[in-house]
């Protein structure tokens, strides 16, 4: 058996670790092992293909990793529990940069260095320089779309979703692209060529920016999860250009599962892939203009009178809470609530937050234990025995026009039926629309009322006002 | 075509079909981990970049890789270690917190 072969067997063990390693990702009790299998996996790659390189010039593998290692051990160590969201979409623009990155060195260790008067596809074959090209493109346009994700998610560039004339800039990029791979695989010239895939680089970044630049806000969810999935795929084409396996494989199952989570965020939003692609809601049902009637506004003294009376309260948590950083007040509202002997639970919507299951995150940060956190379908039944539901930074997903007949862009949507509880609170700062930009009926039924302001600051006067009413156990 | 290419097709396929059977049903609390965790394992496409750090010839192709290294690196250590850290602040309840 050759060294390759032997080489090839022994990927098995990473790949067995992979496949253990995700699946119990996906149980709760044994995420967190899984997760280390999953890491163990990685490094036991790394040292077989190390093993396998044998004696090389070590300096500018150790120079990469040590940098590398840095660079991901303070990014980590800055990052706040609230900035989850951006740190997920700046490690996915990272493993598209490294996929593309990958594919340009082999052009160059291939086709540029020997210079051999042979164009790509002569001198690596069809498929592998088809593949190659593919790495750049995709990692490219991950990375791109992951740095521009997140300085929407950290509230920047907001105005990008309303640039004019962004579907021809899409179009026109596109084509770019796909002829300048066409030019990098088969120019005989190498410096034609190297310019050309230079190019491929260039175009490939302005499509994933203008694919992401017209998305934001509460579809930021679905766009996420969908940029986790690319990235696999970029490796997967990395894989396929040098020839490795392991790179297939360890991709693809990245990018299988960050399919299977875009298509849960687009069911849960009800919303298709394309739609969120095109931007915003409709124009049309914009509701900027309403006016709210019979709003009736509280303060935290009057709404800790009514928490002292429920005995059943839900708490339904929205990208507001996480914004406003709202957390901890929020999980010390539902303690001394718990403590007066309520029943407490926080609902969350499938698509609340920025990514998928930003409030699990943020609430755990505050040490919300999980088994007070319940899904959108356990607890929509339940609303009717519901005392009093505290809506904190949410909107369109305790929307009831989504039930409603056809006409409202939510239409469809499915939401928390918060109304069908006995009294409603919501905690806002202003009556402006959420995502979809339009009203939402829910503020001026009766047994809702208000309490506007930042909502750390008022759960917190109502944590202080409720302890204070209530016998200290 | 030839036997390596088909071969790398069909891992390409069943891994997709693997990696989709194993995640049906993954509980919403756990979406944010399993991303960042998925995530982090596609930076294996390190292995890919080492080679090259360690064998390329050309300058150029050097600081391809090396720089390949390097993100791909951050992107697994990081990677892993946030992913760690959430599940980490993931608690059962039931019995009393301190």
Redesign the interface.
């Known amino acids: 058996m050759s060294a390759e072969e032997i080489t090839q067997l022994a990927y098995l063990v ?1 790949v067995a670790l ?2 253990l ?3 119990r ?4 009790r044994t ?2 092992t ?3 299998i ?2 163990s ?2 490094l036991v ?2 040292v077989i ?2 093993v396998e ?1 044998g004696l ?3 300096t ?2 150790v ?3 040590a ?3 840095t ?3 303070i ?2 160590l800055r ?1 706040s ?1 609230t900035s ?1 969201p951006q ?2 979409a700046r ?2 623009g ?2 598209g ?3 593309a ?2 594919g ?3 052009f ?2 291939e086709v ?2 020997p210079d051999a008067g042979e164009g790509a596809i002569g001198l690596m ?1 069809a ?1 592998a320089g088809l593949a190659l090209a593919v790495s750049v493109v995709i990692g490219a346009a991950t990375l791109s779309g992951s740095i521009l994700a997140e300085a929407k998610l950290w509230g920047r560039l907001s105005r990008l979703t309303r640039v004019p004339g962004r579907g021809p800039l899409v179009v026109g990029a596109s084509i770019l692209t796909v002829v300048a791979m066409a030019l990098s695989l088969s120019l005989v010239d190498v410096r034609h060529a190297a310019l050309a895939i230079l190019f491929l680089l260039l175009f490939s970044l302005a499509v994933g920016f203008f694919a992401v630049a017209p998305v934001g806000g509460a579809d930021m969810p679905v766009m ?2 969908l940029l ?1 999935s690319v ?2 795929l970029a ?2 084409a ?3 250009a ?20 875009t298509q ?1 965020m687009c069911v849960a939003m009800n919303r298709t892939l394309w739609s969120v692609f095109a931007g915003g809601l409709d124009e049309v049902a914009s509701g900027e203009g309403d006016s709210y009637e019979n709003v009736v506004g509280s303060d935290p003294e009057e709404a800790a009178m009514v928490l002292e009376a429920a005995r059943n309260v839900v708490i339904v948590p929205g990208y507001g809470l996480a914004a406003a950083r709202a957390q901890q007040p929020a999980a010390d509202l539902a303690d001394a609530l718990a403590e007066q002997g309520v029943q407490v639970r926080f609902a ?1 919507h ?1 698509v609340a937050g920025r ?4 409030m ?2 943020v609430l ?2 505050a ?7 319940v ?1 959108m379908e356990r607890v929509n039944s339940d609303f009717p025995n519901v005392d009093l539901v505290i809506v904190v930074g949410a909107n369109d997903v305790v929307n009831p026009a989504a039930n409603q007949a056809s006409g409202s862009p939510i239409a469809g949507m499915p939401i928390l039926d918060v109304e069908n509880a006995r009294r409603v609170m919501v905690v806002k700062r202003s009556l402006s629309p959420g995502y979809a930009g339009i009203k939402n009926e829910l503020f001026e039924r009766d047994h809702c009322t208000m309490l506007f302001g930042d909502a750390k600051q008022v759960l917190e006067d109502l944590v202080r006002e409720f302890r204070a009413g209530v016998p200290t156990p | 075509m030839t036997g390596t290419l088909i071969l790398s097709i069909y891992v390409f396929v069943l891994a997709a079909f693997l990696g989709y059977e194993l995640l049906t049903k993954v509980p919403p609390m756990l979406h944010t981990p399993l991303m960042s965790g998925a995530n982090a394992m596609s930076g294996v496409v390190v292995i890919g970049a080492l080679v090259l750090a360690g064998a390329t010839s050309g300058a150029v192709a050097t600081v391809f890789a090396t720089l390949g290294v390097a993100f791909a690196t951050a992107n697994v250590v990081g990677g892993f270690m946030v992913t760690d850290r959430m599940l980490g602040s993931f608690t059962p309840g039931k019995k009393e917190r301190s």
Do not use: C, Q
């Not at chain 1, 040098?242 to 989570?261: D, K, P, R, S």
């Not at chain 1, 990514?355 to 930003?358: A, E, I, W």
């Not at chain 1, 040490?367 to 956190?373: A, C, I, T």
């Open positions: 990473p992979f496949v390693g995700i699946k990702l996906a149980r709760v995420a967190r899984g997760n280390l999953l890491a996996g990685v790659a790394v293909t190390l390189m090389v010039n070590y500018w593998m120079l990469g990793l940098a590398g290692g660079v991901g051990v990014t980590v990052a529990a989850m740190v997920v490690f996915n990272f493993s940069a490294a996929a990155l990958v340009l060195a082999l160059w260790e540029v260095f074959g498929m996420i999860s986790n990235s696999g490796v997967a990395s894989g396929f040098i020839g490795n396996t392991m790179l297939i494989m360890g991709g693809i199952i990245v990018g299988a599962a960050g399919l299977m989570l849960i969350i499938p990514m998928p299951g930003h699990n995150v755990a940060e040490n919300v234990p999980y088994d007070r956190l899904e």
